[in-house]
């Protein structure tokens, strides 16, 4: 039930996220918006699908323990389907976007019902929801979103902020101790002078 | 008597990978433009040259004979 909830959830968020930009897919089979707060609850960002907000230029900003109002419609109703949402770098490149894909595939995907066979959801959340409150990371993230069942499907991209302070992310302590690692292990690596007798 | 250079071109490429690595993320946790493809890469041709020509680690024996004395005496 949790699974279906969340699923419904991220699709409709992501459908508020499509991006009406020429480089961003255009949303098919679906429309949606999304109104995004900070934590003490001042207005921070919109977006809506056609529409403005949430492209590349004018990413959705959002905050990770923020709540994000959202509503989303599908042309038909999507019933016992699969929902693929991967978040990736907007500057990462190949290698960490194929980090950020198998990631995020597991974090965020799975199957979903709507056994009522709703057309139309709503609600509001936070990203701090998929992580214990933690915040994993920051930055301006693609977000690429299917739903596909038997009577249809839905996909659409679009782009999104994350804008807590970096060193308060999981990936930051993460990233710092690569380095640090590195560092040390380059250490060991100069070449070593010794004398043959 | 002769100084032989041995060179670790694989602790300096893995090096370079893992400062590459945390590099680029860190570059995409604060937003900047700059693809993570092109950092990694150059971590790990600038942990290869440092592997292979960076400042050598003189060895105790090699510090001995400059010295005139062996380290084993």
């Not at chain 1, 279906?4 to 459908?15: H, K, M």
């Not at chain 1, 949303?27 to 949430?54: F, H, I, K, M, R």
């Not at chain 1, 930051?172 to 380095?179: F, G, K, Q, Y």
């Not at chain 2, 400062?19 to 150059?42: E, K, Q, R």
């Amino acid at each position: 039930m949790r699974r279906q909830a969340t699923t419904v959830f991220l699709g409709a968020l992501l459908l508020g996220l499509v991006a009406p930009v020429a480089h961003a897919a255009e949303a098919e089979g679906c429309a949606g918006e999304a109104a995004s707060s900070t934590e003490d609850g001042t207005a921070l960002d919109t977006a809506q699908a056609p529409g403005e907000g949430g492209t590349l230029e004018d990413p959705l900003q959002v905050e990770w323990n923020g709540p994000i109002a959202w509503s989303g419609t599908t042309d038909v109703v999507l019933q016992d389907g699969t929902t693929s949402v991967v978040l990736a770098p907007s500057s990462g490149g190949v290698v960490l976007g194929a980090v950020f894909e198998a990631a995020s595939g597991r974090l965020f995907g799975g199957d979903f019902a709507n056994s009522e066979g709703d057309t139309e959801r709503e609600g509001t959340t936070t990203l701090a929801n998929y992580s214990l409150g933690v915040p994993l990371m920051t930055g301006t993230y693609s977000v690429d979103l299917s739903m596909t069942a038997a009577a249809g499907s839905c996909v659409g991209l679009g782009y999104l902020t994350i804008v807590d302070n970096p060193v308060t992310s999981v990936l930051w302590w993460a990233a710092a101790a690569l380095i640090l690692a590195g560092l040390l292990l380059a250490v060991f690596a100069r070449p070593t002078a010794r004398v043959r007798r | 008597m002769a100084v032989v250079v041995k060179r670790r071109p694989v602790r300096g490429l893995i090096a370079g990978l893992l400062i590459g690595l945390g590099a680029a993320v860190m570059l995409v946790l604060y937003d900047v433009n700059v693809s993570g493809d092109v950092v990694l890469a150059a971590g790990v041709v600038l942990g290869l040259v440092w592997g292979l020509f960076g400042p050598t680690r003189r060895m105790a024996r090699a510090r001995a004979a400059d010295q005139g004395d062996s380290p084993d005496a």
